[in-house]
């Protein structure tokens, strides 16, 4: 009887530690590195919005940028941040990942940390980023602040407000996700820089099944998705900025070709291209690609008159003409004259040997700077949206599916597809934003990948533990259960709730979970343990 009892303890006390650890590396997962495939929480969240002034984006201290960059380079962060940069391809019917060639790591914090130090001379005071830095466009960093703020957020039943600290530079790498989340789907998912032929137009003949035959016009080079690249002008009161049209006579070919069955775009003399002769005609009635040499580029696919004329304005060789900038100044290129050859910022090499990713990492970085965190009208403003998406929450993507506010990544991808934030009326360029869905999902990899919102591991300790709650008839029934004569008989001394309540408390520990997980599973949670890693390593300890 005795060692019945010894060995029925024994049972229960092995059940108890295994459901222990099996919880425990749920959420040491979650905290340590989520992945981007967690199923979400039935939930939604609702946010109450703190008035904080806009005004301390661009404050951009050196101890801000450091505070930022050591974020950056954490383990937690260096473990995912990859995931950001890989590119796709499909192959029957599978989508594989691989590190995009084009754009990296590296590349990108390198370019990143010089626009928020040195930003781009605009030659004028009054033209700049905000009011810490009259006189150039630098990317937000935030500052050494840190903002009590109220969230609200749980089952519309049952809603909790949670009193949370968002850090000064939390607001910068809120950026940061932004402009990622465009640079993914702009370029570093297809690991291309020059824009695709990506519109088909269908024939009026069909095939022999009588389905309707698709083609891609070689006179997409001159625009797609209703907008016309060659009309695409400054707004008032900048026209002289904007580029003249390309001399006739100028054949370019993009460094890209896309997909089977398209090609890559390209511009010409008339006759310059043996398809032009298919007479396959584009949106805008056009089968040539005479003067069509404006279609986007780099990983924002910066397009048209105006923004390349911005460009040679400002960091090319326009802005070394008119004393904007001198050969010393950090991060320009005045030996490239943008408007002549926009072709330039996808070469593969710049003329000295060296690849061009600084030059497409900068041309998108101050576009973003320059036509994204300038964006303000009587109706929205980037800045001020920016504050209130960060004290909000930023919508904690991965766990709150339902009845989410998307305003503001819609808005964003807009005006850097559009150049209005209230898609598709944006004259004259009406229509929808393209690729919508995947600037979405992008902005929710690049927030996981960066780790923000801090607040949000113990978001994830408490959907991991409501979660849990909500399986407790299924432990019950696998785990704390013992035999007895012959029967399966449930525990009374190891019982759930009192397990899930002592869990609870220990989680609100400062730093709770990780020091919890690192002492608990010493030698098994690294900056690259995650999930099933974690569980084996549990396991072991049963």
Known sequence: MKRRRALAASAAVTAAALLYVIILSIICSAVMGGSQDDEPASATTAREMQSISSDFLDSNSAATIQAMEKHIFSPQVQSSIQRIFNSRVEHDGKVFYFGSLKYTVEGFWRNWKRMMIDGIPTGSSSVGSGIHSRGKFVLFAGDNIDRDVIITHGKQHKPIERAVTIKGYEFGLANMAVFLSQAMVGGIFDDTCDGLNEQPQELRKKDQFGNPIEVYPISNSCGQYNQYYQDMSCPAGEQGMECPQISPTTTIQSSFNDKIGQRGLMCGPIG?????????????????????????????????????????HYIGAKA????????????????????????????????DGKDTEDLRWTVAMFEFAEKVQRYSNSNWDYKQKLVEYVSGGMNLNEYYPFDLDHSFIHAVSS????????????????????????????????????????????????????????????????????????????????????????????????????????????????????????????????
């Open 415 to 542: 005006i850097v597809d559009r150049g209005c934030h209230n898609a598709p009326n944006c004259l004259p360029y009406v229509g929808e934003v393209t690729k919508l869905p995947q600037r979405r999902e992008a902005l929710t990899i690049a927030l996981s990948a960066l780790k923000i919102p801090k607040f949000r591991e113990q978001q994830v300790i408490d959907t991991t533990l409501e979660y849990m709650k909500s399986s407790k008839s299924g432990f019950e029934e696998t785990l704390l259960r013992y035999k007895r004569q012959g029967y399966s008989v449930l525990s009374e001394r190891y019982r759930f709730d009192d397990f899930m309540d002592a869990l609870s408390r220990m989680s609100q520990f400062s730093s709770p979970i990780t020091h919890l997980c690192t002492w608990v599973i010493p030698g098994c949670v690294t900056g690259t343990s995650m999930g099933s890693e974690i569980l084996r390593c549990s396991l072991q300890m049963v």
């Open 272 to 312: 310059t291209y043996p398809e032009e002769a298919k007479n396959y005609k584009n949106d805008f009635g056009r089968s040539d690609v005479q003067g069509c040499c404006w279609w986007g580029r780099g990983p924002l696919q910066s397009k048209g008159l105006c923004s390349m004329g911005k460009m040679n």
């Open 320 to 351: 070394l003409a008119d004393g904007r900038i001198t050969r010393s100044t950090s991060g320009v290129y005045p030996d490239i004259n943008f408007c002549t050859t926009p072709n330039k910022i996808c070469e593969t090499n710049s003329g």
